[in-house]
C-alpha cells in the first residue's frame, strides 16, 4: 500500500539553525500539506501546496518558513533561523484530490 | 474563526460501544473528517462525512449535521487497540482543522 514517508525521523539543532524537512508524498497525489504537532497540543495545518504553488498557508507559516517540490517526487519544508518554540513533530500530508489526507510518520524536530 | 469542541478524554470497556461528540464553527465548510492518532504516531484516516447523515465503515460509524454543526463518531465492538486520541477535522477549502481531540481509554 503506498505511503507517505518523512526524513529524518529525529532532528536535533541548535537555536538560529536552519533545518530542512524532507518528505515524499504518495506519488499520484497532487496536493501536499505540512502540518505541526507540539508536545501535547493539537495538529497544527501550516500550508498547503497544489500545482507547484503554496494554495494555502496559516498564520504560523511566516517568512521562516518555506516549502517547495525540488524535483516529481519530494516536498521539502525548511525553518530558516529556528527558534526554540519551533520544537514539535512536523508531518506532511499528501491526497488526490481534496479529499482524504494521508499523514506521514513525521520527523520530531528538537531546537536547543 | 474556527472552534471545535469534543469531550477531552472518555473511558470505556472492551466489547462496548462509545460516541464521541464534536461540535464545531468554521468559515467555510467543505466536510468534516474523523481521524484516529496513537501518542507519538501519526493521524490516520478513519472517515469523512460530506452529506448530512450516518456513514458506516466497519466498527466505526460517523455521523454529521451540517446545519447544526455536529457530528459524532460511534465505535463499536471496542478492541484494547481503540486506545487512542480522536479527532475531529472540519475541512476549510483545503486544510484540515483539528481540534484537541478526544482521548479514548478502553479497559479490560
Known amino acids: 500500500e503506498p505511503e507517505v514517508t518523512q526524513t529524518p525521523s529525529h532532528q536535533v539543532t541548535q537555536m538560529g539553525q536552519e533545518v530542512i524537512l524532507r518528505c515524499v508524498p504518495i506519488?499520484?497525489?497532487?496536493?501536499f500539506y505540512w502540518y505541526r504537532q507540539i508536545l501535547g497540543q493539537k495538529v497544527e495545518f501550516l500550508v498547503s501546496f497544489y500545482n507547484n504553488e503554496i494554495s494555502e498557508k496559516s498564520e504560523i507559516f511566516d517568512d521562516q518558513f518555506s516549502v517547495e517540490r525540488p524535483d516529481g517526487s519530494n516536498f521539502t519544508l525548511k525553518i530558516r533561523s529556528t527558534k526554540l518554540e519551533d520544537s514539535a513533530m512536523y508531518f506532511c500530508a499528501s491526497s488526490e484530490v481534496l479529499n482524504e489526507q494521508f499523514f506521514g510518520p513525521g520527523t520530531r524536530l528538537t531546537v536547543l | 474563526g474556527q472552534n471545535i469542541d469534543q469531550p477531552t478524554e472518555m473511558t470505556a470497556t472492551e466489547g462496548a460501544i462509545v460516541q464521541i461528540n464534536c461540535t464545531y464553527q468554521?468559515?467555510?465548510?467543505?466536510?468534516l473528517f474523523w481521524y484516529q492518532q496513537h501518542a507519538g504516531e501519526a493521524p490516520t484516516f478513519l472517515s469523512y462525512?460530506?452529506?448530512?447523515g450516518l456513514e458506516e465503515k466497519g466498527r466505526f460509524s460517523s455521523f454529521l449535521s451540517r446545519s447544526k454543526g455536529y457530528s459524532y463518531l460511534l465505535l463499536k465492538e471496542l478492541q484494547m487497540k481503540d486506545s487512542a486520541s480522536y479527532l475531529c477535522?472540519?475541512?476549510?477549502?483545503?486544510?484540515?482543522?483539528f481540534g484537541t481531540g478526544t482521548r479514548l481509554l478502553v479497559s479490560p
Open positions: 468554521t468559515s467555510g465548510f467543505n466536510g
Open positions: 462525512n460530506v452529506l448530512d
Open positions: 506519488s499520484n497525489h497532487l496536493y
Open positions: 477535522a472540519p475541512t476549510g477549502f483545503q486544510k484540515l482543522v
